[in-house]
């Protein structure tokens, strides 16, 4: 339930903006992912999961991470949950380019 909550919260129009914003700014570069998306996914997180007993610091969220993550081995559906959840904080992984750039003279 918590894990949905907090999935939902990210499709709230002012919460997609937000991430949206973060992630043109960081442009990619995961150093400024680490800077100016993680915090903004952090406080989306904060606001869901205080209503079920975890502090509102970044300490809460850590431990909600965990939780999920302990769980996710043991439940299908929590498992698919967290990969969403991921897929939403995490930038698009491009493929490297075919052939590996280095050619033969």
């Not at 939902?8 to 150093?31: I, K, L, T």
Request: glycine share 6%.
């Amino acid at each position: 339930v918590v894990l949905s909550e907090v999935i939902q919260a990210f499709s709230v129009p002012e919460n997609a903006a937000r991430m949206e914003e973060a992630r043109e700014s960081a442009c990619n570069d995961m150093g400024k992912m680490l800077q100016l998306v993680l915090p903004v996914a952090t406080q989306i997180q904060q606001e869901v999961i205080k209503a079920y007993g975890f502090n509102n610091e970044g300490e809460g969220v850590l431990k909600f991470a965990r939780l999920v993550k302990m769980y996710e081995t043991q439940d299908p559906e929590i498992a698919a949950l967290s990969v969403k959840l991921k897929s939403l904080l995490l930038p698009p992984m491009s493929a490297p380019p075919m052939g590996g750039g280095v050619t033969a003279s």
